[in-house]
């Protein structure tokens, strides 16, 4: 089983063909781990989902399409607080940012669970819930007892600059975790942020140091390297196609390596050249399809395959 752990909310998505000063919002099923799991289930992985859900409407149409797509949600705790929202803010090239009402919301007060299954082979986490308190605590110490269990673990950082009232603090924070992290996965944008101002290759390297087997660095339309702690560097490049917006590809590309890397039996030993270069292709492939259509729709399994 693979989990991803973190927050489940609601994306405002601005209509394109809403040409106002204030455009039409259209709610879309979000947040970054959420998104994961979903592609985890969508690529046909056992997948669950480790969070805290509203009873409202939206909380409910989370959980219904967690089990529209698979995703074991026996981890998931339920709260009467009302679901996270995010203001999407998309610009001509279809990158997004956001804006966030998180408030009193019900993600916010996640509770570290009592035990993982037994059958757990992979946990990630990321984005909003590892910021927000109290459940940010929580998912850290759900983290670093994953670890200490010789589960692989997953951590993709999503910055939301928003969100990072002391960006100093989160930056020490950001360190504290990586000893516990097998696989790191970020954006350039993200990297270059937590270097703050530093080269972000010196960066990277100092990082791996720090523990994680394997960097992978998403570069857009550029595609994806990753680093590993043996020296080694593998680039793929990306996969061209109509970008519609770039909602959800970066949680597509989470779940498609850790997918990728649970096929090839690489979750307990070192992946060799080819198999990370197989990876990331399958990577930047799922990727695509997602922005190739609004909002986060990861893709199916039968739509990731080899050129």
Sequence with gaps: MIISA??????????????????????KLGGGPFNTARALGRLEATAAFCSRISHDHFGEALLDALHTDGVDTSLVQRGEEPTTLAVAHIDPSGSAAYSFYTEGTADRLFQLPPALPDSTR???????????????????????RAAAQGVFTALDPNIRTGLIKDPAAYRARFLGWLPHVRLLKLSEEDAAWL?????????????LAAGPQAVVLTRGADGLTALTAEGAEHTVPGVAVDVVDTIGAGDTVNAALLHRLDRLGALTRTPTGDEWEDVL?????????????AGAQPPYAHEVVSP
Excluded: M
């Excluded at 819930?129 to 109290?134: A, D, G, I, N, Q």
């Design 281 to 293: 292709a399958y990577a930047a492939r799922a990727a695509a399809v997602t922005c190739s259509r």
């Design 6 to 27: 973190g927050e489940a909310l609601i994306d405002l998505v601005p209509q394109r063909n809403d040409n106002a000063a204030l455009p039409a919002l259209e709610p």
């Design 195 to 207: 270097a703050d101002g530093a080269p972000v290759r010196t960066v990277l390297k100092q990082w």
């Design 122 to 144: 992979a946990i990630c986490f990321g984005t909003c819930s590892l910021v927000l308190e109290p459940g940010a605590t929580a998912y850290e110490n759900l983290l670093c």
